[in-house]
């Protein structure tokens, strides 16, 4: 069974701090999504990354691919409020499972102010 | 746009009862899924419908059934329902040719609890 490890699970910082959540995993992913959610709403689409060590990025958020295509990052510069939320990470593609995306556990951000 | 709908926002259940969940999607997406969403444990695929006429299991599909009734609708079945069934269900769609890699588009949810 293929898993897909976040960390922290949890992280509670002030506004202008930066951030890294992990995603990990002992197998080999074809593509990687992240989604964020907010309370009461289903998770939308960050970003789909796809080649080997794949940087992308969107405003303040920064995510990488593994170059083996096992891991990636999410990076938040100068966290502001307004993105708190939960952040989950989804493989898809991998060998040995039905192609169906496997989600993380979520890593759950709260930034004060 | 509507996207993803799911009915009802919120349940209570006693053990033992049934009831339907209910999702339609206006994107014209081929493929539909079902997840539910517990504390610490990310979201887990019960059921999902790769086209219309098409179901099959995911990773948790005990003690649940599934209908693709069309194109747009996708619903799920709790025919006894169990306390370990409290959950947030997902109803989630995505386009043609990128059911496994494409885009999910999600619902708001459905917030169910079982007594």
């Known amino acids: 069974t293929q898993l897909l490890e976040q960390s922290p699970q949890f992280l509670s910082i002030q506004e202008g701090e930066n951030l890294t959540v992990y995603c990990n995993s002992s197998?080999?992913?074809?593509?990687l999504q992240w989604y964020r959610q907010e309370p009461g709403e289903g998770p939308v689409l960050l970003v789909t990354?796809?080649?080997?060590?794949e940087v992308k990025k969107l405003k303040r958020l920064t995510f990488q691919f593994g170059d083996a295509r096992k891991d990636s990052s999410l990076h938040i510069t100068a966290a502001q409020p307004g993105d708190t939320g939960l952040y989950l990470c989804?493989?898809?593609?991998?060998?040995?499972?039905?192609?169906?995306?496997?989600f993380g556990q979520g890593t759950t951000l709260q930034v004060k102010p | 746009n509507a996207g993803v709908t799911q009915t009802p926002k919120f349940q209570v259940l006693k053990t033992g009862q049934s009831m339907t969940l209910q999702c339609a999607q206006d994107?014209?997406?081929?493929?539909m899924y079902w997840y539910r969403q517990d504390p610490g444990m990310g979201l887990r695929l019960i059921y999902y419908?790769?086209?219309?006429?098409?179901?099959d299991k995911g990773e948790v599909p005990n003690g649940y059934n599934v209908s693709r009734l069309n194109k747009r609708e996708f619903s799920l079945r709790l025919e006894s329902a169990a306390p370990s069934q409290t959950s947030v269900y997902f109803c989630?769609?995505?386009?043609?040719?990128?059911?496994?890699?494409?885009?999910?588009?999600f619902g708001e949810g459905s917030r169910l609890t079982v007594l």
């Open positions: 989630a769609s995505s386009a043609p040719g990128q059911m496994n890699t494409g885009e999910l588009f």
């Open positions: 197998s080999v992913f074809s593509s």
């Open positions: 990354v796809v080649t080997g060590g």
């Open positions: 989804a493989g898809a593609g991998g060998s040995g499972n039905t192609g169906k995306l496997i």
């Open positions: 994107m014209n997406h081929n493929s």
């Open positions: 419908s790769a086209s219309e006429g098409t179901t």
